[in-house]
């Protein structure tokens, strides 16, 4: 893929500073964002749209981003995931491929390469 082809990012934040900041910092690199305040939006949205890779936190209101990604791997099992988190490790996702674990906070150059590696 190269950088002229826009991926599809479904990320999953509650935290609305964190989320307009990240969303920017996709739109700036050419991506296509779609937003999700809550796991149940964001299994909406996954039902909805052709998605190309998620982001998601951990705490969220409602289902977590642990029984999102669950969830989500019995609809699109190769879908690749990165968990946007301040641990270092998440238990409970040992048995789950395809995900990464980006920790909270990072900078655009740390969130846009994890994408292109999980895509890559």
């Keep these: 893929m190269t950088d002229r082809e826009s991926l599809t990012v479904l990320f999953c934040e509650d935290e609305p500073i964190i989320m307009m900041t990240s969303v ?3 739109q700036d690199a050419g991506m296509t964002v779609i937003e999700a305040g809550s796991g149940e939006e964001a299994l909406k949205q996954l039902a909805a749209s052709r998605i190309d890779v ?5 705490g969220l209101p ?6 999102l990604v669950i969830e989500t791997r019995k609809r699109l ?6 968990f946007s988190t301040g641990a270092t ?3 409970g996702a040992e048995a789950l491929t395809n995900i990464t674990i980006l920790a909270k906070p990072y900078t655009e150059e740390e969130l846009i390469g994890a994408i292109r590696k999980a895509t890559a």
């Design 89 to 91: 490790t998440i238990a």
């Design 54 to 58: 998620m982001v998601t936190d951990m």
């Design 77 to 82: 099992p190769e879908l690749p995931v990165i």
């Design 24 to 26: 920017d910092m996709l």
């Design 62 to 67: 409602g289902i977590s981003g642990l029984e």
